[in-house]
């Protein structure tokens, strides 16, 4: 059998191949430990690793939310210190004036802000590579705190390490006051690691739905809040299609996301990038063909392909694999900084006129947040309607969600919150959770909490952000193309209509191109913009897989010679496919001396098998050498596997055949003489007796 081989990528955990990792080696040490080799590496010297940076972090308590009468608590986290230093901790006398100002001053920019020192830690942070933390804490009766009017406060840490440098860290504080509910989303991805085969395996599922696996903390993060979840349809579909072969925990996790109240709408099938794809051409972006082909053998799947059920109501209604809950349509999602004018023009049409298409936007792709200003959740362009998410705090929440530890975690959280602080009120805010892999779900959760529990932060639906009006018309900025996913698009896309035709041989076509299509999906999956050289290395490895796909069929045959006037000719045709094949074999000689069958039907071949089929031939009335060209056609015409050439050695014995004949006639001709002889003597010998008859009368 010749199958296309997938390999998947999945990046489902650091912590359990870690774990796999070191029980490996401890294995390997128990079962080698007393065996020297004769010829032993060399034992390589250690690497040099670059010390860390100094570096000082900020982070005020409660995500920086300072409530009136409550005592300002922050922590300062001194990494590579080289030894004992003070950090000391000030406040600015004045609130900010906008996000602008805040943007500015959290990037470093301090000049024109007066602030006042109001505490100070002594810290240590041993040597190059160590770091310590220690709280502040300065009390509400503080002349420093007391009285202030609401607002959003600039904070900053600054200390001198032992070698001389200085080190500064700033945040900012809010504090609470009077103010208008704000309408916030939090658009949360549910999606899986970029992989190459189409669906995930039972075995990649357990992994990542087991306890500490990522889609299990992807779950656990979201339940129980208001996100919006952005769902990869490929995931319920890789357990759908399993059926009962899916892993127990696997089951249990789509029952859990389908359970789940929280609004959603879905992503692409293995959440592709839109972007590329209207950027090779495609008017409409690619949707999964039949997914029947990953179903187990011996197994049950859920819903293989879309199977009617009926409602409460009587009517119809249809469950696909792909079926991610109630969402809803037409909602596209590109990767963030992907979506120019062409792009958002081309899926702002796919809409109907009940459910008009809508594109997530990062603000800083339109006109008028280019610079960074606020931008409503609803707004338009030229040639479709958008949903912008916020930029600045989208980009915060995704620095928190992939902290490796809690204190750059709450630093980009207490800037969160305090840009959503400067948002107004008329209208809603939508951010978003970007994209990313092996995310902690107490990263994550935390995240969204912030988020949606921002001071006076109402958290909104998916249906309530899209109901909101339009609050402004905007352009859409150019963003460049990826030329190499691009390129590799329309390479795949040729490569699949290539299948396509190759797949006819087969009862059910979409064996093979539903496969094809889920795997150029996957390929095209968001995940893999990380990483541009195992992008590339996953194009080639499927398409070699596409090259042994189409070689997988062809005959088999080896010179003759044909030693009797007519007789079957049966050459292997080989199916290396793991389906039965039905061909035919088109035979055409190149000489007359040879009649040869010209189309013979070979239906129902078995999979993985070489099957001799039998061609009739006749020879005609020369010897000699007669080449015979052969190929496979499918049942519509198709040329399958490669055309091939014989050589039949004709041993027609016509002159044996001469040589009986003029036996037969000699053998006649000596008959007829001896018939004639013994004849004619009878004659001779009955006249004889009559004359003697007449003279004895």
């Known amino acids: 059998m010749i199958e296309t081989p997938h390999v998947p990528r999945v990046r489902a955990s650091r912590r359990r191949p870690l774990r796999r990792l070191a029980a490996t080696g401890a294995i390997l040490a128990l079962v080698l430990g007393g065996a020297v080799p004769a010829f032993a590496a060399a034992t390589p010297e250690p690497t040099a690793t670059a010390a860390p940076a100094p570096a000082l972090t900020l982070v005020p308590a409660d995500n920086g939310v300072l409530a009136p009468g409550a005592d300002l608590a922050v922590t300062v986290s001194l990494t590579a210190g080289g030894g004992p230093s003070t950090v000391s901790l000030a406040i600015g006398a004045q609130p900010l004036a906008d996000r602008a100002a805040l943007t500015r001053w959290t990037g470093g920019e301090r000049d024109g802000v007066d602030v006042a020192d109001v505490g100070s830690v002594a810290i240590d942070a041993q040597g190059t ?194 079926d991610i809950g109630d969402a809803r349509g037409n909602v596209y999602w590109p990767a963030t900084g992907t979506a120019g004018p062409s792009v958002a023009a081309t899926l ?163 064996l093979l191109t539903g496969r094809q299509r889920a795997e150029i999906l996957q390929l095209l999956s968001t995940a893999w913009r990380a990483d541009a050289a195992a992008a590339q290395a996953a194009v080639a490895d499927h398409r070699s897989a596409t090259t042994a796909t189409l070689d997988s069929v062809g005959i088999l045959a080896s010179d003759v010679n044909l030693l009797s ?51 009739p031939v006749e020879a005609q009335i020369a010897n000699g050498t007669v080449t015979v060209d052969m190929r496979l056609v499918s049942p519509t015409g198709e040329p399958i596997g490669t055309p091939t050439s014989i050589a039949v050695e004709v041993h027609a014995d016509w002159e044996n055949i001469g040589l009986a004949i003029l036996g037969a006639a000699l053998v006649i001709f000596v008959g007829a003489g001896i018939v004639r002889t013994v004849l004619r003597r009878r004659r001779a010998a009955r006249a004889t007796t009559e004359n003697e008859t007449e003279v004895s009368e």
């Open 348 to 510: 702002g049409a796919l809409g109907t006129a009940e459910e008009p298409a809508l594109t997530l936007v990062p603000s800083s792709s339109t006109s008028a947040g280019a610079g960074g200003a606020r931008v409503g959740a609803r707004v338009d362009s030229p040639a479709s309607a958008l949903l912008a998410y916020d930029s600045t705090i989208s980009d915060l929440l995704r620095t928190a969600s992939d902290a490796n530890d809690s204190v750059q975690r709450d630093a980009s959280l207490a800037q969160a919150t305090a840009q959503i602080a400067f948002v107004d009120a008329s209208t809603p805010l939508l951010v978003t959770v970007d994209r990313g892999t092996d995310r902690s779900r107490s990263n994550l959760r935390a995240t969204i909490l912030a988020a949606t529990g921002a001071p006076g932060a109402v958290p909104a639906t998916l249906d309530e952000i899209v109901a909101s009006p339009a609050t402004a018309a905007v352009e859409i900025t150019d963003a460049p193309a990826d030329d190499a996913r691009v390129a590799d698009l329309t390479t795949l896309l040729a490569e699949e209509q290539t299948i396509g035709r190759f797949a006819t041989i087969l009862d059910d076509p979409t």
């Open 565 to 615: 006037y007519g007789a079957d000719y049966r050459p292997y045709v080989r199916n290396g496919l793991p389906w039965p094949i039905n061909v035919t074999l088109i035979a055409q000689p190149n000489n007359p001396r040879l009649i040869v069958q010209t189309r013979t039907d070979a239906t129902s071949l078995p999979a993985d098998s070489n099957t001799r089929v039998a061609v």
């Open 129 to 322: 590579t160590g770091s310590a933390s220690a709280p502040i804490r300065v009390a509400a009766a503080n002349p420093a705190l007391l009285d202030r009017p609401a607002g959003v406060y600039p904070i900053v840490a600054t200390t001198t390490t032992a070698s001389g440098a200085t080190l500064v860290s700033t945040s900012a504080v809010v504090v609470l006051g009077p103010r208008a509910p704000v309408s916030i989303g939090v658009v949360v991805p549910i999606t899986g690691p970029a992989i190459s085969r189409g669906l995930l395996t039972s075995d990649a599922l357990a992994e990542l739905t087991a306890a500490d696996g990522d889609l299990t903390a992807q779950l656990d993060a979201v339940a129980g809040t208001t996100a919006i979840l952005a769902i990869d349809p490929a995931i319920p579909a890789a357990i759908r299609v399993l059926g009962d072969a899916a892993p127990g925990t696997a089951r249990a996790w789509l029952d859990r996301l389908m359970n789940l109240p929280n609004s959603r709408f879905a992503l692409q099938f293995g959440d592709a990038d839109l972007a590329t794809q209207v950027q090779a051409g495609l008017t409409d972006p690619l949707d999964p063909l039949s997914l029947v082909s990953y179903v187990p053998d011996g197994t049950t799947p859920e819903t293989p392909t879309p199977t009617p059920t009926t409602t409460e109501s009587g009517t119809a209604a249809t469950v696909a694999p792909t």
